[in-house]
T-cell receptor, first 112, second 114 residues
Framework: QQQVKQSPQSLIVQKGGISIINCAYE??????FPWYQQFPGKGPALLIA?????SEKKEGRFTISFNKSAKQFSLHIMDSQPGDSATYFC???????????FGSGTKLNVKP | DTGVSQDPRHKITKRGQNVTFRCDPI?????LYWYRQTLGQGPEFLTY????????KSRLLSDRFSAERPKGSFSTLEIQRTEQGDSAMYLC????????????FGAGTRLSVL
């Protein structure tokens, strides 16, 4: 059973637009929710992360929105750039960080 | 470069052979994770070490897979009697366990089982 469900599978956005990627989880014991960016041939790199005690976290052009009651969180990329074209993964883990569950990924293509 | 290092980058083997991968984490990181990633999917957790202790292991992991982290430094992942279904990217990540526990990933070892 997939612990973290991610959508959409792929996304095409015009340069300057907003990219939105959504994730949902079931396990209420999850305590930390990171987002990763992965380019071809590279390992994932941490972008931004949030804990469930806040509803939003912003770092530069990247914002996480978190809805604890709905058990959903999303990544917003403002002013999307062609260099943002990559695959994005959401993930979740419990308070001891012993095991991370990843979503299936969203391939983002930002058109110039 | 003091990031996470994985060796080899690519491995081609025949079905039934044993393979071993190595991961060198960032030097001060006491947490080390192994993941498997297939094309078009997210990383799938395999196992977790805190220092030299293996504290978590995926129930999905066949007993053909074993991992070690002697002395809490580098780690090895061995796959015995490889099968075609083992073909994947094997990723290693490390973290210091401080603050937000940011995981730093290596570039991975791509395994192809013929």
């Amino acid at each position: 059973q997939q612990q973290v469900k991610q959508s959409p599978q792929s996304l095409i956005v015009q340069k300057g637009g907003i990219s939105i990627i959504n994730c949902a989880y079931e396990n209420t014991a999850f305590d930390y929710f990171p987002w990763y960016q992965q380019f071809p041939g590279k390992g994932p790199a941490l972008l931004i992360a949030i804990r469930p005690d806040v509803s939003e976290k912003k770092e530069g052009r990247f914002t996480i929105s978190f809805n604890k009651s709905a058990k959903q969180f999303s990544l917003h990329i403002m002013d999307s750039q062609p260099g943002d074209s990559a695959t994005y993964f959401c993930a979740a883990t419990g308070h001891n960080f012993n095991k991370f569950y990843f979503g299936s990924g969203t391939k983002l293509n930002v058109k110039p | 470069d003091t990031g996470v290092s994985q060796d080899p980058r690519h491995k081609i083997t025949k079905r039934g052979q044993n393979v071993t991968f190595r991961c060198d984490p960032i030097s001060e990181h006491n947490r080390l994770y192994w993941y498997r990633q297939t094309l078009g999917q997210g990383p799938e957790f395999l196992t977790y070490f805190q220092n030299e202790a293996q504290l978590e292991k995926s129930r999905l992991l066949s007993d053909r897979f074993s991992a070690e982290r002697p002395k809490g430094s580098f780690s090895t992942l061995e796959i015995q009697r490889t099968e075609q279904g083992d073909s994947a990217m094997y990723l290693c990540a490390s973290s210091s366990g401080q603050g937000g526990n940011s995981q730093y990933f290596g570039a991975g070892t791509r395994l192809s089982v013929l």
